[in-house]
Every structure is written in C-alpha cells, then in structure tokens.
C-alpha cells in the first residue's frame, strides 16, 4: 500500500471510531495496526469514561481484554504444552479430568475445547458457582447441548475447563504459565500483557461497569475483570481475565504473523509450523473456528475485506484482534464498550467499519 493510500485509509478508520465514540458505542478506544516489521499507526481516542471527558486515553491504557485471553494466553499456552509434547490435540478430556464421564461426551479432546465443538453450552444457567472445584464439577457433569463435532457452539464454558486442565498439565497457573511465555515473548515489556495488574496499572486502567447479573453491579470496575465468572475464579480464567495495552496486543500480533509468514526466528512455541497448525480452519461443518481462532468471514467483525487466510477474535468488553498473513498486517483495535456504551450488534459495525477503512486501499 502506498503511503498516501494508508494515510487516508487510517483517516478514515479514525473517522470510525471518532463516529462510535459520538453515538456512544464506547467511551475510550485505541488502536495499534501494523505489519510483520513494526508498527505502522497508533494512536488514542477519547476519555476514560462517559462522564469525565477530562479522563484522557493513552496508547499505553491497559484494557480488560476479555475474550482475547483466548488467544493471546489460553491458546498459546496450549502451543506451548503441545509443542514439549506434554499435551495431545487428540487426547480426550476424559483422561485429564476424572469428572468428565458419560457415553455422551468419552470422546471429546482437546482440539474440540479448542474449537468450541465439544458439546458443552456457551454460559451457566444458574449463578456461577465460587472456585474451580465448583466450577469444574457443574461443567463436567452438565447435560451437553449438541452432540460433539456436529456443530460448533462458541462457549466460555469450554474454555474455563481447558484453563483447568491446562493448569493441571503445566503444573502452574494459567498465570504463571503466561507470564513465562510472555518473558520470551517480549523480555522488556512482559508484565504489559497480564493477569495481574499492578496497583499503579490499575488506576489507569480503562473501567467497565458490570453486568445487571453481577454481584459486583452498581461500581465501576477499574484494572478488575468484567466477566463474572472470571471473577468468581480469582480474575485468571482459560476465557477472559487478561488486561493489556495495545501496543503490548500488537507486539503479540507481530510474533504470530511473522509466523504465518515463515519466519523461524520467533520464539517458542510461536514456530510456523505450529502457528500454522492451530490457524487451520475447523472440519466442523459450517464452523469458522480454528483452534482458539476465528478465521476470516465476511460477515464477521474482520469486515469484508481481509483474505481469507485471516485469523482473529473479538471480546465482549469491545476488542479485537485481527492478523491477515497475505496482506503482511495485523489490526489491533481496544475499546471499554462494556462502560455503559453501545450494543454488541453497534459493536460489531464499528469493527467492520474500521477493518474495511484500512483495507480498502491495499
């Protein structure tokens, strides 16, 4: 892309946000969108929160990242027990965690868990319970809502108990199992990607306000997870509870597409032949999912643009990650929707809006 085609094409991805921001979809947003050698723009918008407009956005504001936990920790630290072979895509659940047992569910793996195939219901009917005991004991044994690999159902659920096992087969904490990747992921700004906010991050941090289901409802929640079942796990689950600027989001996208794009040089367990195993679209029917990933649709909230060996996710709270390895480009794109802004659908256009702005030109 010329340097003027990608100057008016961040123009208009700017003009998107700034638009959001007036019709109220969120408060705050910022982006960092680049290619496999760096940065190419990045920039803040708006205020922290609707009512103090003098509460500025930094590029560095620590975002809760929701769902792209994901992504950018779930699923790597799953490469990683993968790739030291302490972990089988095709092991069954059922060798790893004793309550998972029944006729219906024997056969379920990991890649299922992966690739939200497993059968398990996107969220808990009843109020989550308090602790991983609790948790693991309702998901294990809780009627499945289709019969596995026959469809693709996108579930928390799924992920809290692939969190759980992946805890036991790294004998640490997702945290601290995170926390070492990210080290080699990025030795001098490691702890800009984490669970575990430090105090001083914290207050800086972009704030939500939690859901009417929520037992924390009627505060403003600042460097704390929105989601309340992270919440009721200690803020560390396999499905939400990481914070991160994004620039530090978009040092993680760089590593991932320099991997799709063959370069061997990016540390373990981010190699292209893993990478690229886990970016391999799903053979359930009518599913988009790859392991941990979405790949490209055109309905999606990549918008219509990207090429199709596009991978990315979305969180709740209103981000999103994007990589297209044909275009040499990653998309980065962090907002406090979940702060009394807008619908998940007025989300969802902005998105598209915005990713379509910066492809239009390439």
């Given at each position: 892309?010329?340097?003027?085609?990608?100057?008016?094409?961040?123009?208009?991805?700017?003009?998107?946000?700034?638009?959001?921001?007036?019709?109220?979809?969120?408060?705050?947003?910022?982006?960092?969108?680049?290619?496999?050698?760096?940065?190419?723009?990045?920039?803040?918008?708006?205020?922290?929160?609707?009512?103090?407009?003098?509460?500025?956005?930094?590029?560095?504001?620590?975002?809760d990242l929701a769902s792209l936990t994901k992504v950018i920790a779930t699923t790597s630290i799953a490469m990683s027990l993968v790739a030291?072979?302490?972990?089988?895509?095709?092991?069954?659940?059922?060798?790893?965690?004793?309550?998972?047992?029944?006729?219906?569910?024997?056969?379920?793996?990991?890649?299922?868990?992966?690739?939200?195939?497993?059968?398990?219901?996107?969220?808990?009917?009843?109020?989550?319970?308090?602790?991983?005991?609790?948790?693991?004991?309702?998901?294990?044994?809780?009627?499945?809502?289709?019969?596995?690999?026959?469809?693709?159902?996108?579930?928390?659920?799924?992920?809290?108990?692939?969190?759980?096992?992946?805890?036991?087969?790294?004998?640490?904490?997702?945290?601290?199992?995170?926390?070492?990747?990210?080290?080699?992921?990025?030795?001098?700004?490691?702890?800009?990607?984490?669970?575990?906010?430090?105090?001083?991050?914290?207050?800086l941090a972009a704030p939500t306000q939690p859901m009417a289901e929520d037992a924390r409802r009627g505060r403003i929640l600042r460097g704390?997870?929105?989601?309340?079942?992270?919440?009721?796990?200690?803020?560390?689950?396999?499905?939400?509870?990481?914070?991160?600027?994004?620039?530090?989001?978009?040092?993680?996208?760089?590593?991932?597409?320099?991997?799709?794009?063959?370069?061997?040089?990016?540390?373990?367990?981010?190699?292209?032949?893993?990478?690229?195993?886990?970016?391999?679209?799903?053979?359930?029917?009518?599913?988009?999912?790859?392991?941990?990933?979405?790949?490209?649709?055109?309905?999606?909230?990549?918008?219509?643009?990207?090429?199709?060996?596009?991978?990315?996710?979305?969180?709740?709270?209103?981000?999103?990650?994007?990589?297209?390895?044909?275009?040499?480009?990653?998309?980065?794109?962090?907002?406090?929707?979940?702060?009394?802004?807008?619908?998940?659908?007025?989300?969802?256009?902005?998105?598209?809006?915005?990713?379509?702005?910066?492809?239009?030109?390439?």
């Amino acid at each position: 892309m010329r340097a003027s085609s990608f100057s008016s094409s961040t123009s208009a991805a700017a003009l998107a946000i700034e638009d959001a921001i007036d019709a109220g979809v969120f408060p705050a947003a910022t982006v960092d969108v680049g290619s496999s050698e760096g940065t190419l723009w990045s920039r803040a918008f708006g205020s922290l929160t609707f009512d103090d407009r003098r509460a500025a956005v930094s590029v560095d504001t620590p975002f809760d990242l929701a769902s792209l936990t994901k992504v950018i920790a779930t699923t790597s630290i799953a490469m990683s027990l993968v790739a030291a072979g302490a972990l089988r895509l095709d092991q069954r659940i059922a060798e790893l965690l004793p309550e998972w047992r029944g006729a219906d569910r024997e056969e379920v793996t990991v890649a299922d868990l992966l690739e939200h195939a497993s059968g398990l219901p996107a969220r808990l009917v009843d109020v989550p319970p308090t602790g991983r005991r609790e948790f693991e004991h309702d998901i294990c044994t809780m009627p499945l809502e289709y019969a596995p690999r026959s469809t693709s159902v996108y579930s928390d659920l799924g992920f809290i108990l692939l969190g759980f096992l992946l805890a036991d087969v790294g004998r640490a904490s997702l945290a601290d199992q995170f926390r070492g990747l990210n080290v080699r992921l990025a030795p001098d700004t490691a702890g800009t990607l984490t669970f575990e906010l430090p105090p001083e991050a914290r207050a800086l941090a972009a704030p939500t306000q939690p859901m009417a289901e929520d037992a924390r409802r009627g505060r403003i929640l600042r460097g704390e997870v929105h989601d309340n079942y992270a919440a009721a796990l200690g803020g560390a689950a396999g499905h939400a509870g990481l914070f991160g600027g994004a620039a530090a989001v978009g040092v993680f996208a760089r590593v991932v597409l320099r991997a799709l794009r063959g370069d061997t040089t990016q540390p373990a367990p981010w190699s292209p032949d893993v990478v690229e195993r886990f970016a391999q679209k799903t053979s359930v029917r009518g599913s988009s999912r790859a392991l941990g990933w979405d790949t490209m649709l055109p309905t999606s909230s990549c918008g219509a643009q990207m090429s199709a060996s596009a991978i990315g996710h979305a969180g709740f709270t209103g981000t999103s990650l994007w990589i297209d390895p044909e275009r040499d480009r990653y998309f980065v794109l962090l907002t406090n929707r979940a702060c009394g802004g807008g619908t998940l659908d007025q989300m969802r256009a902005v998105r598209r809006e915005f990713h379509d702005a910066l492809n239009a030109a390439s």
